[in-house]
């Protein structure tokens, strides 16, 4: 959760503190008469005192007027608010918060100046410590009321050293607001872009990258793409900070043409000394997904590096990497401990991207099996293995929906299956065949607590159960929140 899709929006269809998803291709807005709406305990447009109860998914507080629930944006729970309702549905109200009557002891001033407008952080307005335990409870609430794991212990949630500065990648829309260029994050359940120019997570030198290409697009009069008439050229930009503050800039093009290329290049090798790679990538379709298929250096290295532990990774515009490099090896470390290897298991590593984990696991198997739709991914996962001196990996191109049931019948037995599907979680199939290939333990990675449940569960009727939950803050101010499962043979 970036793309393997990393970054979809959670299958929370089951839980009880989020709202309809109302980004599907299908949905449809459902027509409520009114009379059903005139017997609901809350109106629209009236003033309520609640008392917040918990976090929705989207760190929305969650309270309730006479059982009815209510989402207050910007509450926290514990709290006693003043709301007006905004919205109103047959099973659930969203409202403003107008006034905090009852602070929650956590409650803390954002640092950001442009917070309250912009949707990339949704928890600034919460101590750190606050936001570890409100992800264990996340995740806890997921495990009993998706998973039905009544009893699974879920551990506190392990924090990072620093929360501020921390992301290694950023991918920003542009677009323009009265002639003015705009590189930022969408609004809060919007597609209107805050301008951002010091993104607070962002490492410094991605958001000197954006600054940068805001200056050069403004200064060449690059078109910038308008979503609503599918017109324009520039997309997105995407940056990543590797190893030794190594600099890839990516630029998004709604076109194959991008003019003024050997000026764009110039300019931004002057304005970017640490840049060692310029890219772009081609996004023709009508759609939110950020990047294409196809890329074109336009400068510099393919890749750049960046380190693990003693591992050193190469990573491509289109690859997986998580965006968190010091909690990837918090990640990384309980993933190689709840394998528990001795150096005589074979491993499979399910959705393995650049290979990442796969270097991991290796340091402790006798063999350990990648898998991997993106091909560039395993195309760097090789090259990692190569360069790192690790001969024990292999490394499959496919779904591993496909690919799985394909290694069973070739006869492969692994002791220890790791998984890190994207957030929608593992098939049912996948499923079924790591259970058939009889492993002692599933080491199960994942970036949506409610899928992980879902799994979890769906596990448990194959012979499978789950011991323990590890959340780790990967994405401290915001709403998510990494776990690291140990599931076990009955």
Known sequence: MENKNKKNRRNTKNSKNTRPNKGGRNYRKPEIKEEKLLNLPVKLGQVYEIKIESLGSSAEGVGRVQGFTVFVNGALPDEVVKVQITELKKSYATGKLLEVMEKSPDRAEPKCPIYAECGGCQLQHMTYEGQLKVKQQQVIDAMTRIGHQKNLPVLPTMGAENPWNYRNKVAFPVGKEKGKIQIGCFSQGTHKIIDASNCLIQDQLNNDAINAVREVVEKLGIPVYDEDKHKGVIRHVVARTGKDNKLMVVLVTATEELRNEKEIVRMLRNKLPNMVSLQQNIQTYRNNVILGRETKLLWGKPTIK????????????????????????????KALEFANLTGKETVIDAYCGTGTISLYLAQKARKVYGVEIVSPAIKDAEKNARENNVKNAEFIVGDCTAVMPRLYKQGIRPDVVVVDPPRAGCTETVLKTFADMKPDRIVYVSCNPATLARDIEILDGLGYKAEKVQPVDMFSASSHVESVALISKK
């Open 306 to 333: 960046a380190q693990l532990g003693r591992l050193s990774f190469n990573i491509s515009a289109r690859s997986f990497f998580q965006v968190n490099t010091k909690q990837a090896e918090v990640l990384y470390d």
